[in-house]
């Protein structure tokens, strides 16, 4: 961030990509933005398949990441001024876009796919280590309870979406999960 000169950054980690070549043309060639952050939609990829995420309106984000922050792009002077909080690895994200959201930042949704964002990421990853953070950003009580409610879910997402998963669904549902 200290060294980009553009109006937006868009973070993509590994194993993450833009949905094509022309994301960055059809978001910005032409058309000038006053929003803090721009979303867009994105697949996720499984070992399967992919599968379409449409992100929800900004006001859930005191409980849940409404877009999918490789499909977002932040205007650069505000990360500049407010950088994210590296004390959060997996959650500096959305610790950031939720403090913006509540000090006023505004937000726009583009209607376009902007990445394919790699589903077994570190941040993917329920360990303990991953849901003390979550607790921490999302100002929860930790209790085994819902860390093993969460553990289960991420499990049972991955299984959901495996090979086997989308072969059958393919089979139902052909072109559902596929690019």
């Known amino acids: 961030v200290k060294h980009a000169t553009g109006d937006y950054v868009n973070f993509m980690n590994a194993g993450d990509v833009f949905f094509d070549n022309r994301v960055l043309e059809e978001v910005f060639a032409g058309k000038r933005y006053d929003e803090d ?49 590296t004390e959060f690895r997996r959650l500096a994200d959305y610790v950031f876009f939720r403090k913006l959201y509540e000090d006023g930042g505004s937000f726009r949704r583009v209607s376009k796919y902007i990445s394919i964002y790699d589903a077994y990421g570190v941040s993917t990853e329920m360990t303990l280590d991953a849901y003390a953070e979550n607790c921490r950003a999302r100002h929860w009580k930790p209790t085994v309870k819902d860390f093993l409610r969460l553990w289960v879910w991420t499990k049972y997402r991955r299984m959901r979406y495996c090979k086997l998963r989308l072969l059958i669904s393919d089979r139902l549902k052909p072109q559902k999960y596929s690019l």
């Open 37 to 85: 952050v721009i979303y867009g939609s994105n697949l996720i990829h499984f070992s399967g398949g992919y599968k379409r995420f449409h992100p929800f309106k900004v006001d859930v984000i005191d409980h849940a990441m409404p877009f999918c922050h490789q499909s977002s792009f932040t205007r650069t002077s505000l990360l500049k001024e407010r950088p994210f909080n």
